[in-house]
Each structure stands twice: as C-alpha cells, then as structure tokens.
C-alpha cells in the first residue's frame, strides 16, 4: 500500500488509568493514511481501553502522553468532536437503545457530523437510499433500519450494524474493536468486504482481533502485540501467524 | 374565609339549578370532609396548601386565543377560565352527535346527564365533590346508536392568571358507537381548577380518549377521568402530564360489562420544581376483562412524581387479564419518584402482572452517542424520546402524535442531568 509521510494517528507515549487502576502504561503508535494496522493481544492487556481513551470515554482518564489526529490534539476533545474530526469506534460490545431507531439515530449521527464539517443535511429521501444501500451491504434485513438500535440485535447482528454506521459516517480513522469475535464464516466475509471497500488512499484502519482468519482476508500493513498497556512487538503480516501459531507467552516472557 | 374547602361550601349553597339534586349529595359529604394532610393516604406526596396561597376568582374574563391543532379536524368546545367560548367553538356537528353545555341542556339532556352526574366518578375523590358543587359549566356529549363519529372532539380548558375555574364533562357512548375526545388543560399562571369527566362507554362503543395535563408553572390544576365500562366497550385512553406546582389526575375504570377492553398509557415528564400525582384505580367488577395500564415518566431535577396505581379483581371477575407497568427515568438524584402499583385480586382464576422501575439515564448509551457525533444534549433527548416513544407511537390518533412529539422535545431539551 502507498503510503505518504503524513501521519493520521500519532499516539506518544500514552498511559491511561480507570477507576484507579493503570492499564495503558506508555503506548505509542503511528498510523499513516491508507495503512491497515491489526492489534493483537492477550485478554486485558487493554486494546478496548485503547479505543475508549482515543473516542473519549467518561472514567477513562490520561495520565501522560498524547494523541492526535491530523495533528490535532484528540485528548483535549468532547467524545462528540472527536468523532465530527473522523474518529469511529466500532465497539466491541455494541449498546442497545431501546426506543430510538436505527434509522434515525444514524441519520441524526450523520447530520451531526455533516454540520460541523459545515455541510447541509441530507434529506430524509437521501439518508434513506444511503441507509437502505450499507444495509443491504453488510447484510442485514432492512427492518433493522426501524428497529431500535441494536436493540435485541445478536451478537452478530450488532457487529454488522457499527459496519454500517461505518459505512454511513465515513471516516478517517476507523478502530473496529473484535468486529470479528463471535462471527460465523460467512459474517467474517461481509464484515471484512464491507472494511475492505472502504479502503481508501485516506482512510485508515486498526482492527483489533484475537484470529488471523480475519486478516486473511484484510491484508494488515502492521500488526501490533499489545500486552499489559503497551505494544510490545510490531512487524508485518506474518507475526500474525507466527501468533496464532505460538500464542503470545513467548513474547511476554521475553519482555520480563 | 379560613380555607378553599370552607369557600367551596359557602358557595356551593348559592348554587341552584337542575343538578341541585346531584349536587346536594356531593355538599352534605363535603360539609363532612377535611382538609388533607399528609395523613390522608390519597394525598400523602401532594399538598394541598397551595391553593390557599394563590389569590384566584371565578370572575376572571379574559380573551385568549387558543391554538388549534393542525390536521386533527376536531370538533372544538373551548372553555376561558371556565366560562364557554362560542367564537373559539366548533358550531356544526357531524350527525349522530349531540353536544349540550350545562347551562342550556335540554330535557332529554339534562335525563341522561342527571343519571350519569358523579356516578361514574366515585365519591372519594375530595375534589370531584368540590367539581360537583360549584362546576358551572361544562360540556354533555352525546353519541348515537352505532355511529362513528370521525372527528375527534377536543375540549379546552384554559386558565389565566387569577383564575379559578371549574367545569365538567359528561360523555355518554351508546351502544356499538365510536368517538375521541381529547381533554386539553392550558394555562401555567398562577389560577385553580377542577376538571372532571365522567365517560359511560355502552356495550360494544368504543372510546379513544386523551387527557393532555399540560400546564406547568404555577398553576393548580386538579381532575380526573373516569369510565364505566359496558360489555365489550372497549377505551384506549392517552393521558400526558407534565406537572405544575399542583397537578392532580384521578383515573378510574370500572368493567362493569365482561370481556371489555381498557388500555391507558401514561407518559409524564417532570423538571424544576413540578409535582405531578396521579391515581388511577381500576374495578375488574365482572369476568373476562381486560386491562393493560403502561405508565412511563421521566423526572427532572427537584421535581416530584407520585404513582398510586391499583387494580381490583372481584371475587367473581374470573378469567381477567389485568398488567399495570410503571417505569420510570430519573434524570437527577434531587427528583423524587413515589410509585406504588398495586393489585388486588380476589378471583382466583386471572392473569396479573405489574412492577414499577426506576432507572438512570444511561450514561454508556450516551456516550455511545457522542461517539457517533451527537452532542450530549442531543443524545439525553433522543435517549429521552427513546423511553417514551413507544407510547406515543401507539396513539390511535397519528395527527396528535405528530403534534404532541415536538413538545415533548421541546420539554427534554429542558431536562438537565443532576
Ligand atoms: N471500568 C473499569 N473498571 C476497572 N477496570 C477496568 C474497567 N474497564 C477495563 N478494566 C480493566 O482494564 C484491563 C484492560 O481491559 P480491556 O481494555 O477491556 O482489555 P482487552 O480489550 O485487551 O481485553 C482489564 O484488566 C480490565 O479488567
Ligand atoms: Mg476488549
């Protein structure tokens, strides 16, 4: 993949604690426009902490370093502005909201978004062509755009949906929190095709997973290993397999 | 004079016309009653005190206009400080309704009416006595044999500053007839009043109805509704309140007839300092009835909202299917939620069902929200709408969804998180 000298995501050093409790301890990452970075790691080392922290989750609290996007700082941003700035968390565990339907809470994201970038708001007709087209492409039935967000959705089904408000808001850095976990092969595909046709020279990708499978059919540029807080090893593609194949004690070890 | 309820006394024994014979069972109970306290198990939560704090006359004559609701097409009885307002007022009616005022009701009216006066509504209510004595006026409808009336018909009462106002109204549903009412109240200036209705729904009629409890401020307002259910009647009633310095509403049902239906749903919303106090009491006098009561609220900041809400299976109602849900948002640690639903069963072949819950704004669906670009005000309102919304979407009248949505955003935009 091209990739320019820009840097999209630039986090230093960055440590991060909840409820009093350190669990991003100095993390640092680059990501460049148009490059695909998978995260990989042991249950706990703090890859969902991540995102939280870079989306601005209440509780999630900074202690050093920073992070920006397009070289704005992100950590000084309400959760709200960092997504209008192209922020997107596909979370892990999707929330449910019963009473407010899909439909329209993605189109209110949209136009959200749309004003802050200074743009007019789409037309109800519009919204629902856009809507009914990233429906279809990541598959799920069209009643899904009425019904209440993820609101008694499957676990599938809910990974489906951030996909498409992915699709929708389209931005500039997406984090896809084990968009992948709980997924049956053919759901594997629709998610990785619907992240693949979204890649642009642009846009940029950090898929946090705990299977290779999926980047057999997303071709990372970077794989990272995140344990207790900060990444310790990064290559290309293949330290994915070499992780699947060997777990990730040995590199654990070799850093005590 | 020492107090509201000596004053209505007092005056009540002016009061002479047709009704006198109804009304003079309401004075001798009232001349019996006290003044509640927070002793008087009805009135716990809610006290009375304000209504002798307030300056208010029932000479106060205003000219208001009042704001017509696009769409509904609605037969309009419009009442200023409790006095008719014939220009604001419907004139034509559809055939097979009938519409008289108290003032003018003519005999076989005035036959009807006495029969139906303060019997649909029970005499514990304090404050329907107090309506029964001094109403003055108020609206008699009338729904023929197997008519559908299409046009809803609205009734307005709006308060202004000083007043006080009292008015009534008496609905009678023949058999296998159709219509909708709406009960509006208006006005959040400092006045009092008493709004009561009492619906007898034959055998087979059915009746949509609505009561839009919406004044806020100031304003004392105190009422009820009440239906006498015949066999297979069937009520689907929507009663919105959004609470005042004094907001009181009464509902009862009574299934008089087996196998009828009533489903009430209940949305109130509550901010500053309101109170808001409902009691509905549900009679399941006779088998096979029906009853599905979904009250939903979300309370603000220092507000306060009571929920006394009870259904009654007698020994002989078998086969009832009765559910009495409450939930409610509370929204600041300040607010205060008293609920108590209640079921009461004396049959022993019935289903039953109710709960009552209260619950947090969601604060990880919020920022769910925020992280899709809305800001949190507009999150708190979706996520607000999204706990009422069900409810509204089950309006049988769409125009009036439509028309109430807006002010219920209008309402949470208020709202703050405490
Ligand atoms: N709200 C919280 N309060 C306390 N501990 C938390 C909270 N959220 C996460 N943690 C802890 O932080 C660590 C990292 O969690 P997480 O980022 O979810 O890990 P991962 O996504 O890599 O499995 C875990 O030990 C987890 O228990
Ligand atoms: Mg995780």
Redesign the pocket.
Known sequence: MMSSEKVLLKIDNLSAK??E?S?LKGLSLEVKPGEVHAIM?P???????LGYVLSGRE?YEVQSGSATLDGVDLLEMEAEERARAGLFLAF?YPVEIPGVSNLEFMKASVDAQREARGETSLSSAEFLRLAKAACKQVDLPLAFLKRGVNEGFSGGEKKRNELMQMLLLQPKLCILDESDSGLDIDALQVVAEGVNSQRTEDRSFIIVTHYQRLLDYIKPDYVHVLADGKIIRSGDASLALELEEQGYAWLTEKEA | MSNWLESAVTRAETVSDWLSPKREASLALLREAKVPTRKTEAWKYTPVRAIDQVTVSTEVSASVQVESIDDLNSVDLVFINGEFDAAQSSSELPAGLTVSRLVDADDSARAWALSAFSNIKPDRHLFGLVNDVLATDGALIDVAEGVEIEQPIRIVSLLTQGAEAHTRVLVRLAERSKVAIVEQFLGNEASYNTGFAEYDVAAEAELEHYRFATQVNEALSIGGSHFNLGEKAQLNSTLIGFGSKLSRVDVDVTHAGSHAFAKMNVIYLLDGKELFDLHSTVEHAVPHGTTEENVRGIVADHAKVVFNGRIHIHRNAQKTLAELNNRNLLMSRTAEINTKPELEIYADDVRCAHGATIAELDKKALYYMQSRGLSRSQAQVMLNFGFINELVEQMPNQVLAEWLRPQLKARFAQMEVG
């Open positions: 909840v409820e409790k669990i790691g249950n706990g080392a703090g890859k969902s902490t509780g892990q």
